[in-house]
């Protein structure tokens, strides 16, 4: 990182700040960091009235969750593990992202049918084994869904 330091008019009393470019930025964060980050990105500039993010976080280096829900098909609230590498074009983790945002808003199709719901009621999708995603602590159950405690 670079170690050039820029005046900080908005604050005079903090003097001085690191200066950071976009490209150093990019490459401090780890690939799961990345792929959030484009995810927001993405849900923002591109954003469908029929999806409703409800939280989205990195779980390991390696993955990221996201908790939503559609206003369409009554299937409340839903979950998606993605995991990678591999990432959607290779070595790019902000492809993973993008292609990310643009599943979430994609209809489920047969994913239906591999829905598992957790203890707190979220639908996840494609979830194998006996292990859901852990939630972030700060994460509370939007309105109107009902949380089951103990889970």
Same mark, same amino acid.
Do not use: M
């Given at each position: 990182m670079r170690t050039t330091q820029i005046a900080d008019p908005a604050h005079p009393a903090l003097t001085l700040r690191p200066l950071v470019t976009k490209v150093e930025t990019m490459a401090i964060l780890g690939d799961a960091e990345r792929v959030v980050r484009v995810f927001r990105k993405e849900m923002e500039r591109y954003p469908d009235p029929s999806v409703a993010v409800h939280g989205v976080w990195v779980e390991t280096p390696k993955s990221a969750c996201v908790v939503y829900s559609l206003s369409y098909g009554g299937?409340?609230?839903?979950?998606?593990r993605i995991?990678?590498? @591999?990432?959607?074009?290779?070595?790019? @983790?902000?492809?993973?992202?993008?292609?990310?945002?643009?599943?979430?808003?994609? @209809?489920?199709?047969?994913?239906?049918?591999?829905?598992?719901?957790?203890?707190?009621?979220?639908?996840?999708?494609?979830?194998?084994g006996d292990t859901f995603p852990a939630l972030p602590q700060d994460f509370s159950m939007p309105a109107g869904t009902e949380q089951i405690t103990g889970a």
């Open positions: 299937l409340g609230l839903l979950g998606r995991v990678f590498p @591999p990432h959607a074009f290779d070595g790019n @983790p902000d492809s993973t992202g993008a292609d990310w945002a643009q599943n979430v808003k994609e @209809p489920l199709g047969s994913a239906v049918s591999y829905l598992r719901k957790d203890g707190r009621g979220i639908s996840w999708i494609g979830v194998r």
